[in-house]
């Protein structure tokens, strides 16, 4: 199968420093070493990257508005003409900060796991987070609102829900409610939870993964039909079951690479173990190293016998185990037991 000679994305978790604590986090942040750099060091790592030659990165974590010097890494790629995203859960963000988020990034988008405090607070793990995203997006309303009107051109900006079994139910809401109070905001994006990190848990399997038959829901055309009648007009409305992140062996390779905050390269965006950094190795080596991890017999053997969600848990546990370093496996074997609430 062919595949491209560059990432086409790369999704930079810039810290695992974060104040929340969500039951689901793919990258586990806040249970282990933050692991960013001094700025020096992330404009090293910002420089190779634009050398990938992606055409977007996205800025996540852990909560990247805690790093100082975030914002300088963004617009040194946004400068080379590369699109920058950021994702924040809207915790620590202050209104002063909005102007530099503005003029460095082209997309913000602010999670948002739940349409009321109860839901979102819970998959977040820390009261009062439904609060402060809801602050957080009507600043970036605000900020849009004075774009518009200065004819400085739009911010995009918009709302990443990732979808668990506990917040499905509430999934029209997010376009009835929840859209309608934020006249800038331009899109609203479902996604079905992966299998990845604290949500690849058996505890969290059991409960908060989606059943195969939510997935289907999420990946039908005439779902996303359905929600963009429920939401204003100039909301962009879109829902993905998250399956291409599997990277099955007979589906097309999806060219999506992801950067650790220290600038380690995963081998597989979804899947624990790295393949080299961006400080110390060659980019076009490090992608080749990615290419051939997908390749490798066992992650092939693993991921083609993979029909259901509980299986794909199954098979990230596997891969995990067997690419992970063994602080990744202390790590996972250290893993909290998960109890839903009532």
Not at 177 to 193: C, M, N, Q, W
Not at 314 to 325: H, L, Q, V
Request: charged share 25%; hydrophobic share 40%.
């Amino acid at each position: 199968m062919e595949t491209p000679g560059r990432p086409l994305e790369i999704i930079w978790d810039i810290t695992y420093a974060c104040p929340l604590r969500c039951f689901h986090c793919y990258s586990e942040s806040g249970r282990r070493p933050s692991r960013q750099l001094e700025r020096a060091e992330m404009l090293r790592a910002a420089d190779a990257i634009i050398a990938m030659r992606p055409y977007g990165v996205c800025l996540a974590g852990g909560e990247p508005l805690l790093v100082p010097g975030v914002l300088d890494v963004a617009g040194r790629m946004t400068a080379a003409g590369v699109q920058v995203s950021l994702f924040t859960g809207g915790w620590t963000l202050r209104p002063p900060m909005v102007g530099d988020i503005v003029r460095n990034v082209a997309k913000v988008s602010v999670s948002l796991d739940g349409a009321t405090a109860e839901v979102h607070d819970r998959v977040r793990g820390r009261r009062g987070s439904f609060d402060r995203a809801m602050d957080a997006l009507a600043l970036f309303d605000a900020a849009a609102r004075e774009r518009r009107l200065a004819e400085e051109g739009p911010l995009s900006f918009g709302i990443d829900c990732v979808v668990v079994r506990s917040n499905f139910d509430q999934i029209d809401q997010f376009c009835t409610d929840i859209a309608p109070r934020f006249p800038e905001l331009e899109y609203v994006s479902f996604g079905a939870v992966i299998p990845e990190g604290l949500a690849s848990r058996t505890g969290v399997v059991e409960h908060e993964l989606l059943s195969d038959a939510q997935v289907a829901l999420l990946g039908s055309r005439e779902f996303t039909r359905r929600l963009r009648t429920l939401a204003p007009p100039s909301v962009q409305v879109s829902a993905t079951d998250n399956l291409a992140l599997l990277m099955h062996p007979d589906r097309p390779f999806l060219p999506v690479l992801q950067v650790e905050p220290d600038g380690a390269v995963r081998a597989m965006p979804a899947y624990e173990g790295t393949v080299g950094n961006l400080l110390t190795d060659p980019p076009e080596r490090l992608w080749e190293r990615a290419l051939e991890r997908w390749r490798d017999p066992f992650v092939v053997d693993t991921l083609r016998s993979v029909h259901t969600m509980e299986q794909w848990a199954e098979a990230t546990r596997k891969i995990d185990y067997r690419f992970g370093s063994d602080a990744d496996r202390a790590r996972i074997d250290r893993r909290p037991h998960f109890a839903p609430t009532a």
